[in-house]
Structure formats: structure tokens, C-alpha cells
């Protein structure tokens, strides 16, 4: 007889945990299981995002900030640091401290909800049944009215570069390198190849990174993606547009082991290049993960990306059945995996939230950061939208010259009817924390003109974005010549 619930979630991630946390915070009985076996042999909570994603990766980034920092930068502010070393191993080690604790604050989180945690894999049988298969290989049948599909993704491989024991890494390995590879190759100029990349080009690795498409960065404001490379390359990142991988060899033997990449240009000539480098990233990108999940009687199909077809409350056509997070369509992100989780629990309490896929936020965490919500001007100019700018440069703002740091701009743009924010674009410091008020303002159908009025601490990075937003209508204070900036399309 198997063991009955309310909900039952499959996959503990950032989607996952939101549902269950918040069907349990609703009086349902919920269950949880999760397939994650961490570095230590552990059953672990918390999915990619907090093993081996969103928070690891920023724990690098941060140390190997703080440490470029010091070493390129102080000096300008009249501190001397001499003889300046980064210790890889404890910056390693550091960061499995902050994923352990997280991981495992995060299993208490769920039993202090009283949400019911299991540790193996999942299949979706029909009837609602789940069947959990345990690392020692013994079974068991939970049921729930109620089951929420929260599995995920993983990387894509790239069958001309196998991955190769620490040479040829996805991200995971790339998280977890012991010493600086003096040459780094990064396949896929993507989010993760620019934060990864930039982590060991700040240790002093060579970093080239190939990127097949010809522009960079796609999805992100064509004015924004440009001064952002012309950043990246100011900080050495090598990064070849157009470059298409065709194959890699490994040569040498022992710790002499290196890999030599190949790739044609997109010339009409195809030319070809090689080049041998220490360690090679593959990050092309992720697909969604639904393996040994569905039984043929679940009576559930994929689209063609793989992803478990969803409705816009994320319903599947099985009633009683929902998947959310990375295993949807949809941007492959943590918070907009939590707002699905957060929905469907709230939906299945009885409620009736949304999700506003309009103003998801995007950040990249190179430095400078880049963070945008709403439309890009490529976008509207595609749609035949009339649209205003404002832009700001960073290098007009006192907080970021203060602090020796004035990179970057920030971008609004809005409706020339009716002034209604389309989208926010910046590039600078601390920008992921600053874009959380673009957002708001845009949750709440705000105006440039509202923005311009309200009142911003001074002086502080997040002026900037009442500045852009003075500048939709010409009337910044600290930019010259913005009638010309502010554009009408
Ligand atoms: P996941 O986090 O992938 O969790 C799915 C869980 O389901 C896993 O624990 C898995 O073990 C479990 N599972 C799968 N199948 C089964 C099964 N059959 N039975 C039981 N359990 C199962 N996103 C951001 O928003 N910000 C960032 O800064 C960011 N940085 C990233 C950095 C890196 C290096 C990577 C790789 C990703 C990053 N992401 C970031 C993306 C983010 O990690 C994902 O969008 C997010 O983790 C997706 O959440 P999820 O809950 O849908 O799936
Ligand atoms: P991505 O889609 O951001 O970038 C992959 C890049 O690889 C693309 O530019 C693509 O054109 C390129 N590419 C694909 N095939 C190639 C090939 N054969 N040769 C050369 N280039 C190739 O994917 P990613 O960087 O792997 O990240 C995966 C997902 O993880 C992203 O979708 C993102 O949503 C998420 N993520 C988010 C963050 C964040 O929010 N800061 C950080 C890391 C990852």
C-alpha cells in the first residue's frame, strides 16, 4: 500500500524546494524526493543552483574579485599590498563550506516545514503513483493527488569535445580545478563562460573563449553587450565570435596532458585554427533533465527541446500533474524556477497567482555585472514599437568614481506614447542588486516620469537609474548633451 500525500515534488532545486516549502506552509502534506548525491557521497537538497550552480559559481567569482581587486586596483586608492598570492585550494575549499552549509540548512528548512524528504530517483508512474528507487536499489511507491515535476537540467555535450578527466570540463569540474591552468579554452561565450572564464582569467590564466555565433551575447541590448566586450577585452578575456569547434585532441602524457582545439571561422574560406591549451571549459549551454523519470503510463510527452510541455500555470496535460524550473520552457533560471514553484503550490492551495514572465530579471556576474528586464532595443525595433532612451554613463556618477570603479552605463527605455518602462538595461557594479528596482518599478507598470520623481539616496550607484530615467524626457542633471542620448524611434 503506498504511502499517501497531498503533493509530491520530484527534484529538491531552487523550483523544487520553493513548491514544497510553500504546499507545506498551506497545511498540505507534502513529499520531496531528490536523486542528488554530492562530492562527499551524500544525499544532498538544493539541486544545481546550490551544488553546483548559482551559488558555488558566485562563490568564485567573489574571491577571485576581491583578488584582482587587490592586486590591479589598490594601489590607486593608496593601499600598498605586497606579495599578493591566491591560495586555490582554501578559495576551493571555502566554497564547498558555504554549499554544505546551504545544502544542509537547507534539509532542515524542509523538516522544520514538515515536509517529508526522500532520497533516490523518481519515476512517474500513472495513477499518481511515484516510485522511488534508493541508492541501495530497494523501492517504494508514494502517492500524492497533487505532483509537481521539478527536474531540472544539465549540461550539453559537445561529442566533437568529450569531456576528458580535468581537461576537457563542463561547469561542474570548472568549479572544482585545484590549480590555475596557465591556458584556459571556454567553448560557448554564453553566461557561464563569461562568469567561469573570468574567474580564472582574474588568477592569471590565458583565456580564449570560442563562441560559434557571430554576435555577441544575443539576447542581451545590443548597446549594453558591446561596451560589455569592450570591457571583457580590456581584462584579457580572448573572445572569438564566429568560431566553429570542430575538434580536440588530447597530446602529451602525465601532467604534460594538454588539449589542442580546432575551429573553422564563418568565412567563406573556413579557415582553420588550433590552438593547445592547459584545461578546456565545454559550456554550450543546458538541456532539460527528465531521464528514468517518466514510466510509459505517465501519460506525459516532451516537446522537441525536451522540456515537459507546460500550460502558463505551469499544468501539464495530465490533470493533478505540473512541472516548473529549468525542465519548462523558458529562461534556464533559479528565480524564475522559484516563482513557478511558489505559483503551483499556491494554485494548488486554491489561489490564483501568476507568474509575470515579462519582468524576469538577467544577470550575468562578470565584473562589471550585467542586469537587464523588459524588452531590448532590438527587440523593439523588430516589433515596430516607438520607443525613447536614456541612457547614463557610470562614469558620471560620485558613488562609482568614489570608489574607483565607474564602468558601465545604465539604459531605460520606455513607450514615446506613454512613457510605460519597456526595459531596463545596465552594466556595472553591483548592477544584480540594482536591477531588482527596474523590476519593481516595471511590476508595478511604472513610468520613466515615475521613476524620475522618486527619490534615490545620495550618493549611491542606484542614482544612475534615476538618472536614465530623467533622461527619457531630457531632464538629467549630470549628463551633457542627452536630447542627442534620449533616442525616438
Ligand atoms: P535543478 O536545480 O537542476 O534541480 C533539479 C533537481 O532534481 C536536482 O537536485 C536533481 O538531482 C533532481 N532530480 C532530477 N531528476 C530526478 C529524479 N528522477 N528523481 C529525483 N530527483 C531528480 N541561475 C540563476 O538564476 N542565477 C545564477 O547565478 C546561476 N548561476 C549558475 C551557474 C552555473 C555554473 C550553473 C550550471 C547554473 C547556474 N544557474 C543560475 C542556473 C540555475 O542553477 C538553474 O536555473 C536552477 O538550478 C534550476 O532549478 P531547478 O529547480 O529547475 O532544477
Ligand atoms: P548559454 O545558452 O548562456 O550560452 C551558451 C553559448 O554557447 C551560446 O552563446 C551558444 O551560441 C554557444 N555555443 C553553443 N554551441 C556551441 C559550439 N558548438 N561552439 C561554440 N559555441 C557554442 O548557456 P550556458 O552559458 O552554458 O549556461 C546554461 C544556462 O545556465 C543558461 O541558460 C543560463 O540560464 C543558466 N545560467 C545562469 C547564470 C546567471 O543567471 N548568472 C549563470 C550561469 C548559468
Same mark, same amino acid.
Not at 248 to 255: F, Q, S
Not at 260 to 268: K, N, Q
Not at 429 to 447: N, Q, R
Given at each position: 500500500?503506498?504511502?499517501?500525500?497531498?503533493?509530491?515534488?520530484?527534484?529538491?532545486?531552487?523550483?523544487?524546494?520553493?513548491?514544497?516549502?510553500?504546499?507545506?506552509?498551506?497545511?498540505?502534506?507534502?513529499?520531496?524526493?531528490?536523486?542528488?548525491?554530492?562530492?562527499?557521497?551524500?544525499?544532498?537538497?538544493?539541486?544545481?543552483?546550490?551544488?553546483?550552480?548559482?551559488?558555488?559559481?558566485?562563490?568564485?567569482?567573489?574571491?577571485?574579485?576581491?583578488?584582482?581587486?587587490?592586486?590591479?586596483?589598490?594601489?590607486?586608492?593608496?593601499?600598498?599590498?605586497?606579495?599578493?598570492?591566491?591560495?586555490?585550494?582554501?578559495?576551493?575549499?571555502?566554497?564547498?563550506?558555504?554549499?554544505?552549509?546551504?545544502?544542509?540548512?537547507?534539509?532542515?528548512?524542509?523538516?522544520?516545514?514538515?515536509?517529508?524528504?526522500?532520497?533516490?530517483?523518481?519515476?512517474?508512474?500513472?495513477?499518481?503513483?511515484?516510485?522511488?528507487?534508493?541508492?541501495?536499489?530497494?523501492?517504494?511507491?508514494?502517492?500524492?493527488?497533487?505532483?509537481?515535476?521539478?527536474?531540472?537540467?544539465?549540461?550539453?555535450?559537445?561529442?566533437?569535445?568529450?569531456?576528458?578527466?580535468?581537461?576537457?570540463?563542463?561547469?561542474?569540474?570548472?568549479?572544482?580545478?585545484?590549480?590555475?591552468?596557465?591556458?584556459?579554452?571556454?567553448?560557448?561565450?554564453?553566461?557561464?563562460?563569461?562568469?567561469?572564464?573570468?574567474?580564472?582569467?582574474?588568477?592569471?590564466?590565458?583565456?580564449?573563449?570560442?563562441?560559434?555565433?557571430?554576435?555577441?551575447?544575443?539576447?542581451?541590448?545590443?548597446?549594453?553587450?558591446?561596451?560589455?566586450?569592450?570591457?571583457?577585452?580590456?581584462?584579457?578575456?580572448?573572445?572569438?565570435?564566429?568560431?566553429?569547434?570542430?575538434?580536440?585532441?588530447?597530446?602529451?602524457?602525465?601532467?604534460?596532458?594538454?588539449?589542442?582545439?580546432?575551429?573553422?571561422?564563418?568565412?567563406?574560406?573556413?579557415?582553420?585554427?588550433?590552438?593547445?591549451?592547459?584545461?578546456?571549459?565545454?559550456?554550450?549551454?543546458?538541456?532539460?533533465?527528465?531521464?528514468?523519470?517518466?514510466?510509459?503510463?505517465?501519460?506525459?510527452?516532451?516537446?522537441?527541446?525536451?522540456?515537459?510541455?507546460?500550460?502558463?500555470?505551469?499544468?501539464?496535460?495530465?490533470?493533478?500533474?505540473? #512541472?516548473?524550473?529549468?525542465?519548462?520552457?523558458?529562461? $534556464?533560471? @533559479? /528565480?524564475?524556477?522559484?516563482? !513557478? &514553484? *511558489?505559483?503551483? %503550490?499556491?494554485?494548488?492551495?486554491?489561489?490564483?497567482?501568476?507568474?509575470?514572465?515579462?519582468?524576469?530579471?538577467?544577470?550575468?556576474?562578470?565584473?562589471?555585472?550585467?542586469?537587464?528586464?523588459?524588452?531590448?532595443?532590438?527587440?523593439?525595433?523588430?516589433?515596430?514599437?516607438?520607443?525613447?532612451?536614456?541612457?547614463?554613463?557610470?562614469?558620471?556618477?560620485?558613488?562609482?568614481?568614489?570608489?574607483?570603479?565607474?564602468?558601465?552605463?545604465?539604459?531605460?527605455?520606455?513607450?514615446?506614447?506613454?512613457?510605460?518602462?519597456?526595459?531596463?538595461?545596465?552594466?556595472?557594479?553591483?548592477?544584480?542588486?540594482?536591477?531588482?528596482?527596474?523590476?519593481?518599478?516595471?511590476?508595478?507598470? #511604472?513610468?520613466?516620469?515615475?521613476?524620475?520623481?522618486? $527619490?534615490? @539616496? /545620495?550618493?549611491?550607484?542606484? !542614482? &544612475? *537609474?534615476?538618472? %536614465?530615467?530623467?533622461?527619457?524626457?531630457?531632464?538629467?542633471?549630470?549628463?551633457?548633451?542627452?536630447?542627442?542620448?534620449?533616442?525616438?524611434?
Amino acid at each position: 500500500m503506498a504511502t499517501t500525500f497531498d503533493v509530491i515534488v520530484i527534484g529538491a532545486g531552487p523550483a523544487g524546494y520553493h513548491a514544497a516549502i510553500r504546499c507545506a506552509q498551506s497545511e498540505l502534506k507534502t513529499a520531496i524526493v531528490d536523486q542528488w548525491i554530492n562530492k562527499q557521497g551524500e544525499s544532498a537538497h538544493g539541486g544545481t543552483c546550490l551544488n553546483v550552480g548559482c551559488i558555488p559559481s558566485k562563490s568564485l567569482l567573489d574571491a577571485s574579485h576581491k583578488f584582482a581587486d587587490a592586486r590591479d586596483n589598490y594601489a590607486a586608492l593608496g593601499i600598498q599590498v605586497q606579495g599578493i598570492e591566491m591560495d586555490v585550494p582554501a578559495m576551493i575549499k571555502k566554497k564547498d563550506e558555504v554549499v554544505s552549509n546551504l545544502t544542509r540548512g537547507l534539509a532542515s528548512l524542509l523538516s522544520g516545514n514538515s515536509v517529508t524528504s526522500f532520497a533516490g530517483s523518481a519515476q512517474l508512474q500513472g495513477n499518481r503513483e511515484v516510485q522511488v528507487r534508493a541508492q541501495d536499489q530497494t523501492t517504494q511507491t508514494i502517492r500524492a493527488d497533487n505532483i509537481i515535476i521539478a527536474t531540472g537540467s544539465v549540461p550539453i555535450e559537445l561529442s566533437v569535445c568529450p569531456l576528458t578527466d580535468g581537461l576537457i570540463i563542463d561547469s561542474t569540474g570548472a568549479l572544482d580545478a585545484s590549480s590555475v591552468p596557465g591556458s584556459l579554452g571556454v567553448i560557448g561565450a554564453g553566461i557561464i563562460g563569461l562568469e567561469l572564464g573570468s574567474v580564472w582569467r582574474r588568477l592569471g590564466a590565458e583565456v580564449v573563449i570560442l563562441e560559434a555565433l557571430e554576435e555577441f551575447l544575443p539576447l542581451a541590448d545590443a548597446q549594453i553587450a558591446k561596451e560589455a566586450a569592450r570591457q571583457f577585452k580590456k581584462q584579457g578575456l580572448d573572445i572569438r565570435l564566429g568560431a566553429r569547434v570542430t575538434g580536440t585532441k588530447i597530446t602529451g602524457k602525465g601532467k604534460q596532458r594538454k588539449v589542442v582545439v580546432t575551429w573553422s571561422d564563418g568565412t567563406a574560406q573556413q579557415k582553420e585554427y588550433k590552438k593547445t591549451f592547459d584545461k578546456v571549459i565545454i559550456a554550450v549551454g543546458r538541456r532539460p533533465y527528465t531521464e528514468g523519470l517518466l514510466a510509459a503510463d505517465a501519460g506525459l510527452t516532451l516537446d522537441e527541446q525536451g522540456c515537459i510541455p507546460v500550460n502558463e500555470y505551469c499544468a501539464t496535460a495530465v490533470p493533478g500533474i505540473y #512541472a516548473i524550473g529549468d525542465v519548462v520552457r523558458g529562461p $534556464m533560471l @533559479a /528565480h524564475k524556477g522559484m516563482e !513557478e &514553484g *511558489l505559483m503551483v %503550490a499556491e494554485r494548488i492551495a486554491g489561489h490564483q497567482p501568476l507568474v509575470n514572465y515579462d519582468t524576469v530579471p538577467s544577470v550575468i556576474y562578470t565584473h562589471p555585472e550585467l542586469a537587464w528586464v523588459g524588452k531590448t532595443e532590438q527587440e523593439l525595433k523588430a516589433a515596430q514599437v516607438n520607443y525613447v532612451v536614456g541612457n547614463f554613463p557610470m562614469s558620471a556618477s560620485g558613488r562609482a568614481l568614489a570608489s574607483n570603479d565607474a564602468v558601465g552605463l545604465i539604459k531605460v527605455i520606455a513607450d514615446a506614447e506613454t512613457d510605460r518602462l519597456l526595459g531596463v538595461h545596465m552594466l556595472g557594479t553591483h548592477t544584480s542588486e540594482m536591477i531588482a528596482e527596474a523590476v519593481i518599478a516595471m511590476e508595478f507598470g #511604472a513610468s520613466a516620469e515615475d521613476l524620475g520623481l522618486t $527619490m534615490f @539616496a /545620495h550618493p549611491s550607484l542606484s !542614482e &544612475g *537609474l534615476h538618472e %536614465a530615467a530623467l533622461a527619457v524626457s531630457g531632464h538629467a542633471i549630470h549628463v551633457a548633451n542627452q536630447r542627442r542620448k534620449a533616442k525616438r524611434h
